[in-house]
Nanobody, 122 residues
Framework: QVQLVESGGGSVQAGGSLRLSCAAIESISRRYCMGWFRQVPGKAREGVAA????????YYADSVRDRFTISRDDAKNTLYLQMNSLKPEDTAMYYCAADSPACGLTSYYNSWGRGIQVTVSS
């Protein structure tokens, strides 16, 4: 497993932007699929965005497509999620995940961060 630490969360007004970062404590393989997920208390965890190793294929939930952008910098062992045009319904705990055999938004991931809160006010 890879230790992952999220940062960049916080509170923002609707229409604003935030950039989440996910730093891997150790070197992440360029073969690793990595993704972002979110969860609201009482609801199931939702896949937000994922990116295959090497960055060849992107996956986005319909609810965030054209507003969120996932990217990775393997030299810095870091995954990013740029979130623009935020809406109150984007409020959730956001989690970084790495190392999925199948990749995607509903696949199994071997490593997870502890999560970081994003709150969007109207």
């Amino acid at each position: 497993q890879v230790q992952l630490v999220e940062s960049g969360g916080g509170s923002v007004q609707a229409g604003g932007s935030l950039r989440l970062s996910c730093a891997a404590i150790e070197s992440i393989s360029r073969r690793y699929c990595m993704g972002w997920f979110r969860q609201v208390p009482g609801k199931a965890r939702e896949g937000v965005a994922a990116l295959t190793g090497g960055g060849a294929t992107f996956y986005y939930a319909d609810s965030v497509r054209d507003r969120f952008t996932i990217s990775r910098d393997d030299a810095k062992n870091t995954l990013y999620l740029q979130m623009n045009s935020l809406k109150p319904e984007d409020t959730a705990m956001y989690y970084c995940a790495a190392d999925s055999p199948a990749c995607g938004l509903t696949s199994y991931y071997n490593s997870w961060g502890r999560g970081i809160q994003v709150t969007v006010s109207s």
